[in-house]
């Protein structure tokens, strides 16, 4: 089952979608038109990675901070938390 670059998988893409844009628009080594849109399906993550690796960088670094938010925000929930408790 293959799913669109901005298929539900990536509902993070609000950040991405820059990116992606800078990325079509630079198109191929010597100018011609890139080998993705916005209408490429990919299959896997690796096979994203092969063929737009500027999506693909673009992608995991939104997956990452999204991460180290959810992170951030746990962590501080948990300080509030240890702080009520010694009260």
């Known amino acids: 089952?293959?799913?669109d670059?901005?298929?539900p998988?990536?509902?993070?893409?609000q950040g991405v979608s820059e990116a992606q844009g800078?990325?079509?628009k630079?198109?191929?080594p010597s100018g011609?038109?890139?080998a993705?849109?916005?209408?490429?399906?990919?299959?896997?993550?690796a096979e994203l990675q092969e063929k737009a690796p500027e999506v693909y960088q673009a992608m995991a670094r939104g997956i990452a901070m999204s991460?180290?938010?959810?992170?951030?925000?746990?962590?501080?929930?948990l300080k509030e938390k240890m702080r009520e408790m010694y009260r």
């Open 9 to 13: 998988e990536n509902q993070q893409s």
């Open 36 to 45: 993705f849109s916005s209408a490429t399906k990919v299959s896997s993550m």
């Open 26 to 28: 630079k198109g191929g």
């Open 1 to 3: 089952m293959s799913e």
């Open 5 to 7: 670059i901005q298929g």
């Open 67 to 77: 991460i180290i938010d959810q992170m951030k925000r746990a962590q501080e929930r």
């Open 22 to 24: 800078d990325a079509v």
């Open 32 to 34: 011609e038109a890139p």
